[in-house]
Structure formats: structure tokens, C-alpha cells
């Protein structure tokens, strides 16, 4: 009877480690796709980062080339000295804060995320009460975060969000 009772755990975490490990994505593999643009499983230290997706959708995609000269630091990309609504000649987009006194995220905008060299994801979807982001390298790609909007403007609730970009005001 003992036998039965560490048996069946055993079995248990060994069926769970197998369902785990065959799950997870290989760096390097689809996993999603937006617009035709496939997004891969990566992340540090890999081609396959946020930064690289946002770059290769809105070539691809939307037909503007972001600036060359912008590193992978993503931090870099969002000019926190710009008030809202404002253009970043860096980037050449318009450059949204969160709270922003201007509007909210729309589809196709890049929103800018804290980190240690930041992170970027594209909007994909918007209600008045969230939005959806899809990312390359994380290991939820398509993340919905609540939206608050105020008489003063919108805001993301989720505090890694420094603000959003995109290509017209």
C-alpha cells in the first residue's frame, strides 16, 4: 500500500516534466504571428528579441524602417525627457507617456516596457477597458493589460509601461 502512494506521484511529476519540457518552444521556433510576421521563441541573448520583432514588423508591415542607429537597448528607443503626444526624431514616431493626457494605445503602436535594457511589444487589440501586446522572446507573448481611462487621459495599468510610439498623431 505504501508502494501505491509514492508510486502514483512519481509517475505523476515524471508524465508532468515530459508534457513540460515537449511544450515549451525551442528558441528559434514560431510560436505566433501578426500581420504575416511570424514571431519566434528567444529572448536574451538571442537574434529572437522584442526589440528585433518590433523592428522587423514595422519594415515589414507598416513600410517605416526604424532608425539604425538605435541600439537593442529599448530604454534608448523612448525619450522620457518628451512631453506627450510629442515626435522623437530618434525614432520618428510620435511619442506617448503612460498616463498619457493625449489618448490611448491603438493597434500597430509600439509600447515601451521598463527592464534592464527595456522591452517592446506591438498593441494588437484595444477596448476601452484593455489592450493586448504581443512580444518576441517573453514567455507570454500576447499579454492583455488593463486600461483605465480618466477624464485626464488613459492609463496602463501595469507600471513597466513607460508610454507607446507610433507612426501618426
Same mark, same amino acid.
Given at each position: 500500500m505504501k508502494h501505491k502512494? %509514492?508510486? !502514483?506521484? +512519481?509517475?505523476?511529476?515524471? %508524465?508532468? !516534466?515530459? +508534457?513540460?519540457?515537449?511544450?515549451?518552444?525551442?528558441?528559434?521556433?514560431?510560436?505566433?504571428?501578426?500581420n504575416g510576421i511570424s514571431i519566434y521563441a528567444g529572448g536574451a541573448g538571442t537574434n529572437y528579441t522584442s526589440g528585433e520583432f518590433v523592428r522587423r514588423y514595422y519594415s515589414k508591415h507598416l513600410g517605416h524602417?526604424?532608425?539604425?542607429?538605435?541600439?537593442?537597448?529599448?530604454?534608448?528607443?523612448?525619450?522620457?525627457?518628451?512631453p506627450d503626444g510629442s515626435f522623437n526624431d530618434n525614432m520618428q514616431l510620435y511619442q506617448f507617456t503612460n498616463p498619457s493626457p493625449s489618448g490611448c494605445p491603438q493597434a500597430d503602436d509600439i509600447v515601451v516596457l521598463k527592464g534592464k535594457q527595456g522591452e517592446a511589444g506591438v498593441v494588437i487589440q484595444e477596448t476601452t477597458q484593455s489592450t493586448t501586446i504581443i512580444r518576441q522572446g517573453a514567455i507570454f507573448f500576447r499579454e492583455q493589460e488593463a486600461l483605465r481611462e480618466r477624464k485626464t487621459g488613459c492609463y496602463i495599468t501595469n507600471s513597466r509601461i513607460l508610454g507607446w510610439m507610433r507612426k501618426t498623431k
Open positions: 502512494r %509514492l508510486i !502514483m506521484p +512519481a509517475v505523476l511529476c515524471g %508524465l508532468l !516534466m515530459i +508534457a513540460y519540457f515537449h511544450v515549451q518552444p525551442r528558441t528559434g521556433d514560431i510560436v505566433d504571428s501578426l524602417p526604424l532608425p539604425a542607429n538605435h541600439s537593442d537597448n529599448i530604454l534608448s528607443w523612448f525619450d522620457i525627457d518628451l
